[in-house]
């Protein structure tokens, strides 16, 4: 079966610090990768997405992430965390291979200190 | 830049009662989801729907929901007769490909 995991429910880090959220997937097939982000009363919005190629992607708002096959990761980072990336975070995967739905992980909360 | 919109954003309805979540897709997308997240879990995927019919649906998704195309533009879904477990925030999301999806801001459902 299709699973993704967030081991971290909170992080909290201070403002200006790096930043690394974790995704881990266990899929039957080729995936394709994604980061959403969900403000208080808002929808998920699109971070960045890995269908193939160069493994390091670039997303908005200076995340980035990298997907790394041998872990079945596909971490999320950023140098430097503003106030304003407080949110939830969710890592999502799917594949062709099992229809268009995406499969999402628990989600992480961060938080940002001042 | 186009963005997948839901009304209403909250609907408080009684059990047993009819809903129906309505969506606008981003205008050139040609594939529509409905997602749902109950308080505390994770986001679930409900069912997929291309050309005028149902591509994928989940287990949750039973006889009591459906979904429309009624025009051009809308995507709803329907949940026949309400339950407190129905209660949650529904996502629409469309895709223009089969990969990218892109969602709505979601609709908040408290049966009672």
């Known amino acids: 079966a299709q699973s993704v995991t967030q081991p971290d429910i909170h992080i909290t880090v201070s403002e200006g610090a790096s930043l690394e959220l974790r995704c881990n997937y266990s899929?039957?097939?080729?995936?394709?990768l994604f980061w959403y982000v969900q403000s208080p009363g808002q929808g998920l919005q699109l971070l960045l997405k890995y269908f193939s190629g160069d493994t390091l992607v670039q997303g908005i708002k200076g995340f980035e992430a990298e997907f790394k096959r041998s872990q079945s990761s596909f971490n999320l980072r950023k140098p430097s965390v503003h106030w304003s990336d407080a949110a939830e975070y969710f890592c999502a995967v799917g594949a062709k291979e099992y229809g268009n739905k995406l499969v999402f992980g628990a989600g992480t909360i961060l938080r940002v200190k001042s | 830049e186009p963005e997948v919109t839901q009304t209403p954003s909250h609907q408080v309805t009684q059990m047993g009662q009819e809903v129906i979540l309505r969506c606008v897709p981003i205008?050139?997308?040609?594939?529509f989801y409905w997602y749902r997240q109950i308080l505390g879990q994770k986001v679930e995927f409900l069912v997929s729907f291309y050309n005028n019919e149902i591509s994928e649906k989940s287990e949750i998704f039973d006889d009591q929901f459906s979904v429309e195309r009624p025009d051009g533009s809308n995507f709803t879904l329907k949940i026949r007769s309400t339950k407190l477990e129905d209660s949650a925030m529904y996502f629409c999301?469309?895709?223009?490909?089969?990969?990218?999806?892109?969602f709505g801001p979601g609709t908040r459902l408290l049966v009672l």
């Open positions: 999301a469309s895709s223009e490909v089969v990969e990218t999806q892109y």
């Open positions: 205008s050139n997308h040609l594939y």
């Open positions: 899929y039957g097939a080729t995936p394709y």
